[in-house]
């Protein structure tokens, strides 16, 4: 037995006793042994060229919605959905909160499938698969044809001391740690997914974060990667300030191929010109086409080892107490399969097809009436605005946490369709029908909550 054998032997036993199939469990072992080798996964400035343009989807030909609609018979939507909102304080999964209409995200999503006409497959966590499937059923109208779900894998933390397998006894269930949404590849083999919808004649599937109400199946999108025979389709947005942390598009400089760059990867030497949005000006919203025929060909190619970038995180096995044992948490990124498929393409779309709702600042506006929900359950800003979407700021220590938040919006949330910005100080309870106008400030320094009064009209 080699000594690459005797490390990962206790962790490929774990993932035995667990059920994971052989191919995830490869999978791992590949990037386990990138780790123990010295391999971070760092994308150095000096080895790729930033982009300078991409096709831009706002240009796009009304020739390309007809074939896009010609097309959604072969089409699928696949959502992320595994997160559970934990930094909102939620314990279940994100996508199960009230966003418009008494619509939860999920109800939103399904009746947007049921819409268009496709079928719609969510990738769950564990912890979200049981809670979800309960919404999905409420629609009878949907698609049965295919699984409703996936369940994306697990994976052990490994110790940072000695690369062993963590240990957790107070609470084994934190041993583990998802492995990123790049295991959507190896997930749709695993759970026969892919398998599936293959058989089922569809080709092509639109992926995004279930909390991205922005992210709908587009006509004419869906008709440029068709016509393009593309094998996997990347829409990015322009970068600004408030995007300058998150990942960005680049072209590896050995060969000009499309990769994806995210912070992790980025090392600190570099970090200047990753943050340089005029240089590096397109971010990844994770909307992604995916060729489904090819895809398993490539996967088929690279014996079900699609070979995503690695990303290293360091943590502790309590994220909660960090005081606890230091573990890696290795993941990998779904959007950097576009430096994996030759012949990747990457698109510009507006900014309004990246809207996540991602803390309680971003579910107040869009519970607001400063969005809309259309006929055809597509989440918008509301029309009768003027300016783009309120700026919300919401004092952590009071609004962070959804249960709290609602408590302080028991009656409803406040008109922002003329509010240019809502920033809130202290502790404040509003009644039903407040009214903001322009840009707003309130300031409550004292140990007692302040009341808004229903009715009230707070002019900036």
Request: charged letters at 25%; a negative charge; glycine letters at 6%.
């Amino acid at each position: 037995m080699n000594q690459h054998d005797r490390r990962f032997g206790p962790f490929a036993a774990a993932m035995r006793k667990e059920g994971l199939p052989e191919i995830f469990i490869n999978s791992f072992a590949r990037y386990y042994d990138e780790l123990v080798t010295g391999h971070t996964g760092l994308i150095r400035e000096a080895d790729i060229l930033p982009v300078s343009d991409v096709p831009n989807m706002e240009l796009f030909s009304i020739h390309l919605e007809e074939l896009g609609r010609a097309s959604l018979n072969k089409t699928a939507v696949i959502k992320l959905n595994g997160g559970l909102g934990t930094s909102m304080g939620l314990e279940r999964a994100k996508s199960l909160l009230q966003v418009k209409q008494n619509y939860t995200f999920l109800d939103i999503i399904a009746l947007q499938a049921v819409a268009a006409g496709v079928p719609l497959i969510l990738m769950n966590s564990f912890a979200t698969d049981a809670d979800s499937l309960a919404v999905l059923v409420r629609h009878p109208e949907m698609h049965y044809e295919l699984p409703l779900t996936f369940v994306q894998h697990k994976e052990p933390k490994i110790t940072v001391s000695d690369f062993s397998p963590a240990s957790w006894p107070q609470n084994p269930d934190l041993e583990w740690c998802p492995p990123g949404h790049g295991d959507i590849y190896t997930a749709l083999i695993t759970r026969g997914t892919l398998g599936a919808l293959l058989e089922g004649g569809f080709e092509y599937a639109f992926v995004s974060n279930a909390d991205n109400l922005g992210a709908v199946l587009d006509l004419s999108l869906l008709g440029y990667f068709a016509e393009k025979e593309l094998p996997f389709m990347m829409e990015v947005a322009d970068r600004t300030e408030i995007d300058k942390k998150g990942g960005h598009l680049a072209l590896r400089k050995r060969d000009s191929q499309f990769i994806l760059r995210e912070s992790a990867q980025c090392a600190d030497e570099d970090m200047d010109a990753f943050q340089d949005i005029a240089k590096h000006k397109y971010f990844n919203t994770n909307n992604l086409w995916i060729n489904l025929k090819k895809m398993r060909q490539v996967m088929t190619e690279r014996k079900n080892q699609l070979g995503l970038p690695m990303i290293r995180n360091r943590k502790t096995v309590d994220p909660r107490d960090g005081s606890s044992t230091p573990v890696f948490q290795l993941e990998t990124a779904m959007g950097s399969a576009i430096g994996v498929f030759e012949g990747a393409q990457a698109v510009r779309v507006p900014r309004s097809r990246f809207a996540p709702v991602k803390t309680t600042n971003d579910l107040l506006a869009v519970r607001s009436d400063a969005y809309s929900l259309s006929k055809d359950f597509r989440v918008r800003p509301n029309p009768e605005r003027s300016s783009s979407p309120p700026i919300v700021d919401l004092d952590a220590k009071f609004y962070k946490f959804v249960s709290d938040f609602d408590s302080r919006f028991v009656q409803g949330v406040p008109s922002l369709l003329q509010c240019d910005r809502l920033r809130i100080v202290g502790d404040f309870r509003f009644e039903k029908d407040v009214i903001c106008h322009g840009s707003i400030e309130l300031f409550n320094h004292s140990d007692r909550q302040n009341v808004i009064p229903e009715g009230t009209v707070l002019q900036g």
